[in-house]
């Protein structure tokens, strides 16, 4: 009996950690996120008060045509843009061909990027999609607002990529 207890307690911390690391979050809001335009994102990002808020952004993911280097068990940054190819911000993405993740060959072109949405269908590099996090300031970023820009350090907690419909 004992045996069983532990196999079924390993079993369960096994399934937690697996959990968590895809992303998972059963405490998450459900709530649809507001989508907002890049430049609302920009003023937000100049907000405390844009703490814990849900929003979406529509644009396409991107990399340069250099090098990227991909860390086992870390995200990679990529480039989101708006419709005309501007720069919105980086979102930081797995690799892989799960939901919410990217893929990309050893030698590749911006062309060859491949994002996979939350119901894990494959978008090509050009396709518009909808993204969708919560923003979580960082408060112990030094300098904790940009002087330049007046931005603070924000992470994006959550992220969830869909079809744009």
Request: charged fraction near 25%.
């Amino acid at each position: 009996m004992k045996n069983i207890l532990q196999y079924g307690l390993t079993f369960l911390v096994v399934a937690i950690i697996a959990l968590w690391q895809t992303g998972y979050n059963p405490f998450a809001s459900k709530k649809e996120a507001e989508a907002v335009s890049p430049s609302v994102f920009k003023e937000m990002k100049k907000q405390t008060e844009s703490d814990g808020k849900r929003i979406a952004l529509v644009g396409t993911f991107s990399v340069s045509n250099s090098d990227i280097t991909i860390k086992l068990g870390q995200p990679t940054s990529l480039m989101f843009s708006d419709e005309n190819n501007n720069l919105i911000d980086f979102f930081k993405v797995w690799n892989g061909s799960g939901k919410n993740e990217f893929s990309l060959p050893t030698t590749f072109t911006p062309k060859d990027l491949k994002v996979y949405d939350n119901e894990g269908n494959e978008h090509s590099c050009n396709e518009k999609i909808k993204i969708s996090f919560t923003l979580k300031r960082i408060k112990e970023a030094e300098p904790e607002k940009d002087p330049n820009t007046g931005e603070y350090a924000w992470e994006w907690e959550q992220l969830r990529i869909d079809p744009l419909k």
